[in-house]
């Protein structure tokens, strides 16, 4: 089956760091997205991991963990704007690899106070 | 800039009516996607296409269908819209290891 967890909400400071974690459980594995979607807009991008390890791309990162089925989105030097959701996904190979099929998380909603 | 576009914003369609949502998007991406996207339920795959009239359904197909004949454009169709299908919908195209999302259509079903 398949099924991917991250937590509903999270509360953070302005200027501090935040985690947002995500495990999953799929039967196929080829690559862990994590999205930024802001209140009535569509999501954007924000990175890719296929092998273990940190990519760091300015003020976040994003880690994985295959054999643990994990990942993280790390955020720092938190800015108001990033108050938004965080969509975690599992591109799924199921059907063969010849689509970029994802499988989505119901997101992370990030509230970032002054 | 990739850029992928959606025919409304905001819609709002009676029971029982045939419904047209539209995308397009201008980088010439095989794979295109449909998702609905509701409050605690996240983004289901409804529909996609990897080909000019080629499709396959994703994780909740009924009571939609969809429609590729060129390849900048996927269209997803409602039959006869019921008030469940009100939802955001968003189309997506791919290229490598990136989904580019259009803005969404809200549809609201009376």
């Known amino acids: 089956g398949q099924n991917i967890d991250q937590p509903t909400e999270m509360t953070a400071t302005e200027g501090a760091i935040v985690q947002i974690n995500c495990t999953y459980q799929?039967?196929?594995?080829?690559?862990l997205f994590w999205y930024q979607q802001h209140a009535g807009e569509a999501p954007t991008f924000l990175s890719y991991n296929v092998l273990d390890g940190l990519e760091e791309k300015g003020r976040f990162s994003s880690f994985l963990s295959r054999s643990k089925g994990y990942s993280y989105l790390l955020l720092k030097e938190l800015q108001m704007k990033d108050s938004a959701s965080y969509l975690c996904?599992?591109?799924?190979?199921?059907?063969?690899?010849?689509?970029?099929?994802?499988?989505f998380g119901t997101g992370t909603l990030l509230a970032v106070q002054p | 800039d990739v850029k992928v576009t959606q025919s409304s914003r905001y819609l709002v369609k009676r029971t029982g009516e045939k419904v047209f949502l539209e995308c397009v998007q201008d980088m010439d991406h095989e794979n295109m996607f449909w998702y609905r996207q509701d409050p605690g339920l996240g983004l289901r795959l409804i529909y996609f296409?990897?080909?000019?009239?080629?499709?396959e359904k994703g994780d909740i197909p009924e009571g939609y269908s969809v429609s590729r004949e060129k390849k900048e454009r996927f269209s997803l169709i409602l039959e006869s819209a019921s008030t469940n299908q009100t939802s955001m919908y968003l189309c997506?195209?791919?290229?490598?290891?990136?989904?580019?999302f259009g803005p969404g259509t809200r549809l609201t079903v009376l």
């Open positions: 997506a195209s791919t290229i490598r290891n990136e989904q580019f």
């Open positions: 996904a599992v591109r799924d190979t199921r059907g063969g690899g010849a689509t970029n099929k994802l499988i």
């Open positions: 799929t039967s196929g594995f080829n690559g």
């Open positions: 296409s990897y080909d000019v009239k080629m499709k």
